[in-house]
């Protein structure tokens, strides 16, 4: 019975000097388990007094670990190094430096350094084609930080200055009073004039604001695959355009798909529900190099959903 | 993404290190950073949590110098391990080009490794990228724990659980020790710049 309890124990205190925490609880339990059915034990109360203060402190250092912050602020440096790290448009050809900094700034808010990505995000309101983009960001990084009057502060002096046009002040305000009223906020508490005036606006004007479509699933209502339903996962998103890549060997589909095609049952598969709606085949390429040279990435313009 | 400079002749690329949490990523850098120093291009950076657990990444320049003509930089990764991170494993995950997988010999973190393997797999699948084709190897670490009494399976049953259907390179190792670390890399270097080879035509 001893070398069995030295043995467990031996393991017990393993699996805790390699952080395995709920291994090592496990372990310290079955020998307590064993001591206390055991009477041949030689000294068992000052045995179980020492097993059980050893219980004690790893359930502190297990409090401690479930109970650490996952989004602490981190260093200016770290900061620095996320930003650098995680922007990959840097390397495209295509790409400028402030689409770096957009994405670096958005790498920090993914990261929950949301102060560091609001200051980031700040900076890219100067630059006109990242300026609505920007403001969004900034909102969404104040909700998330639960600072609501920082937000609601932040829109007011937006919309007294003339940094933006009514345009974009109203796409802005457009997605606050949505994700106002996604956290249970009064949505009532961004200014009334704007209130009004967002019923003018044409929730199309938005295309950002529609939802990530992970994958679809298109029945034909048409032609020899009528009926027919074929389910695909969604490689990239923008906007109200989703890219998928079908194989060279889904001649259906190849045949099926081509540019100006209207898609009348699609159903759009979202991370939070499906839903039913339409779509235009946009464009229709065959990729050239890489893994899936010979397949084809095709375009679908969501039309209604 | 591995980027590749056509006129530099310079090529870059990334390898992360995936595993359940306290499986030895952290150990597998730390041995790298200490082992590689005249391969180290910088610092290694890690960002940590309570209990030395990784919170977002660790990550290791390495400078490899000249392939076939071409300068070749890597950019070593590790994700946090536990369950909880998922969100960071994944973003950390962009742009991979190889990865090593790390599973924990310990009988005790079987299922840990499994289910450490099939987020892997639903992770890439998100970026639109195959378990099967990712130039990937597996390590099998702490295979020193034997000598402590500690139990932990044969290569054979670790080879069954996560290596029947992917069938990769794979490796015991021991990270404290370095036993099996730096083979582990360098076949993952290996398959990862063939592979690129065959995308970006790089040697060439």
Redesign the interface.
């Known amino acids: 019975m001893n070398n069995k309890i030295k043995s467990i124990l031996k393991q017990a205190e393993l699996y805790r000097s390699q952080g395995l925490l709920n291994e090592a609880r496990e372990k310290y339990q079955t020998i307590l388990d064993l001591i206390r059915k055991t009477d041949q034990i030689k000294n068992k109360d000052k045995l179980l007094e020492g097993l059980e203060k050893k219980m004690i402190l790893l359930e502190k250092d297990i409090e401690l670990v479930t109970s650490a912050p996952t989004t602490p602020e981190m260093s200016e440096h770290v900061n620095t190094l996320i930003k650098k790290l995680f922007s990959f448009t840097k390397d495209s050809e295509k790409s400028t430096e402030d689409d770096a900094a957009l994405e670096g700034a958005i790498a920090l808010a993914k990261f929950g350094q949301f102060d560091g990505a609001i200051v980031e995000f700040g900076k890219l309101l100067e630059i006109d084609r990242l300026r609505v983009t920007s403001a969004k960001n900034i909102l969404r990084c104040h909700l998330t930080l639960e600072s609501k009057d920082d937000a609601l502060n932040q829109f007011a002096e937006w919309e007294s200055s003339d940094l933006f046009s009514p345009e974009q002040l109203e796409k802005i305000r457009v997605l606050f009073n949505d994700m106002l009223e996604k956290k249970g906020m009064a949505a009532s508490q961004v200014n009334e004039q704007a209130e009004e005036a967002a019923a003018e606006i044409d929730e199309q004007d938005d295309e950002e604001e529609i939802l990530d479509i992970s994958a679809v699933a298109i029945t034909f209502d048409s032609g020899p695959h009528k009926g027919e339903q074929f389910e695909l996962d969604v490689s990239f998103q923008s906007g109200n355009i989703i890219s998928l890549i079908i194989s060279s060997n889904d001649e259906v589909l190849v045949e099926s798909l081509k540019v100006g095609v209207k898609l009348e049952e699609v159903h759009f598969y979202s991370p939070i529900a499906i839903f039913r709606g339409s779509g235009v085949v946009s464009a229709m390429t065959q990729i050239k190099s890489g893994p899936k040279k010979g397949d084809f990435s095709l375009d679908i313009k969501i039309e209604s959903i | 993404?591995a980027?590749f400079n056509i006129k530099k002749r310079e090529i870059e690329c990334k390898i992360v290190y995936y595993g359940p949490?306290?499986c030895g990523k952290t150990t597998n850098l730390e041995y790298i950073f200490k082992s590689h120093k005249k391969q180290i291009d910088g610092e290694m950076?890690s960002?940590n949590?309570?209990?030395?657990?990784t919170?977002?990444f660790d990550?290791l320049p390495l400078e490899l110098g000249k392939i076939k003509g071409c300068d070749v930089r890597v950019?070593l990764f590790t994700v946090p391990g536990q369950v909880?991170?998922s969100?960071?494993r994944k973003?950390v995950l962009?742009?991979v080009d190889g990865i090593v997988f790390v599973a924990d010999s310990?009988e005790?973190?079987r299922e840990k490794n499994m289910l450490s393997l099939k987020d892997l797999q639903h992770n890439l699948?998100e970026y639109?990228m195959n378990i099967f084709?990712i130039p990937l190897v597996l390590q099998y670490n702490k295979r020193d724990?034997a000598e402590?009494?500690?139990?932990i399976m044969s290569i054979e049953k670790m080879e069954k659980d996560l290596n029947r259907q992917i069938k990769v390179p794979s490796f015991p190792g021991s990270a404290v020790k370095g036993d099996g670390i730096g083979k582990s890399l360098q076949s993952c270097l290996q398959l990862t710049l063939q592979y690129l080879n065959k995308?970006l035509n790089w040697t060439k």
């Open positions: 993404m980027v949490g306290r950076v960002i949590t309570e209990g030395d657990r919170l977002f990550f950019q909880q991170y969100s960071t973003l962009k742009g310990m005790v973190r699948k639109n084709k724990l402590e009494g500690i139990p995308q």
